[in-house]
Structures are given as C-alpha cells and as structure tokens.
C-alpha cells in the first residue's frame, strides 16, 4: 500500500522542497494540499504524515491535536519545547532533515538492509556523548539546536539498541569511533 504524505505549507518554495526530499530520499509521492479543508477531506487514519507549518498547527489545533504523532511542524529557527510536537527545523542540512523524516517514513529501502549504519552526523553526535558532553554543549560544538541533537541520539539508540552513555561510549570504542585512554 503507498504511504500518503501531505504537505500543508504556506511557502509553497518550502512546500515543493519538501516534497522533492521526500520523492528522493524514500520514494514517496507526497501530494501537496492547498488548505486545511483538502487535508480534511482525508481519513486520518490513512495519512503517513502530515508536514505543516507552526501557523497552519496553530490555527488548527483541534485538527491537529489528534494527529500530532503523525504531524511535523516545520520552524524556521530553534525552538525548545517539550516533545510533544514533533519539529523539523527548516535550515537544517539535508541529513539532519532526512533523519527526523526518517522516524516517521522508514529508511530509504537500500539502507534497510543495514540498520546500525550511522550517518556522518550521527558518528559526531556519539563521537561528542562519548567523550562526556552533555546535549548542549553537543549542540554548541556541532551549530546545531538542542532538538537536533535528540533526534540523532534517538537515531542512534534505536539503530545500535544501545540506551546507555556508557554502552555507547563502549561501542565508540570498540569502532574505533573514539581513541581508548
């Protein structure tokens, strides 16, 4: 069954991006809705993921409310919130992009064959866990925000099952990720 995916952007630069990301890196259609009533329309429970922008989910919360485990809110700079809303920081570079789409699409379908594969970003983020920083200093030496710095570390536990600092300061280890002292 094709995943659906809609896009309710305000910028529709942004909105096609999205969309284009999206094709590329998973392979999925993602059809772009000209307002929250073409949104409505859809039965909620057969939408993948909806990306949307802060105003759209504000002036909708009792639309989104209900869907928030499959809506992603595009901002365009860092904001510090509890999770309850899954974020996408819009300057993000295209990895760090693909990884928060990630959670909600999968995989693109050749990486799937090799689950505890980390990215370049992620390799940094456990690289700087290793060596005993903490989330922000992480997020300082890497420009990147707080948020980002969870996803990845999400990333990397659910792709090595790795949970704990010192389980994965071992794993570093034994990957030549970092240098035992």
Request: proline share 3%; glycine share 6%; aromatic share 4%.
């Amino acid at each position: 069954m094709e995943r659906q995916v809609v896009i309710l952007l305000h910028n529709a630069i942004e909105a096609t991006g999205m969309q284009r990301l999206i094709l590329d890196a998973f392979g999925i259609t993602a059809h772009q809705a000209n307002g929250i009533g073409e949104l409505l329309q859809l039965p909620a429970d057969a939408i993948d993921l909806v990306v949307t922008d802060a105003q759209h989910f504000l002036e909708n919360l009792k639309v989104f409310l209900p869907r928030k485990a499959r809506t992603l809110v595009v901002v365009d700079r860092p904001v510090q919130g509890d999770g309850d809303v899954n974020l996408i920081d819009i300057r993000q570079d295209t990895d760090q992009a693909l990884a928060v789409l990630s959670q909600f699409l999968g995989e693109k379908e050749e990486e799937n064959n090799q689950p505890n594969v980390l990215s370049g970003r992620e390799i940094d983020v456990l690289r700087l866990v290793a060596s005993g920083m903490i989330n922000k200093q992480i997020a300082d030496t890497l420009n990147i925000s707080i948020n980002t710095v969870l996803t990845h570390r999400k990333n990397i536990t659910a792709k090595l099952g790795i949970k704990s600092v010192s389980g994965l300061t071992f794993y570093a280890m034994m990957n030549g990720i970092i240098d035992p002292k």
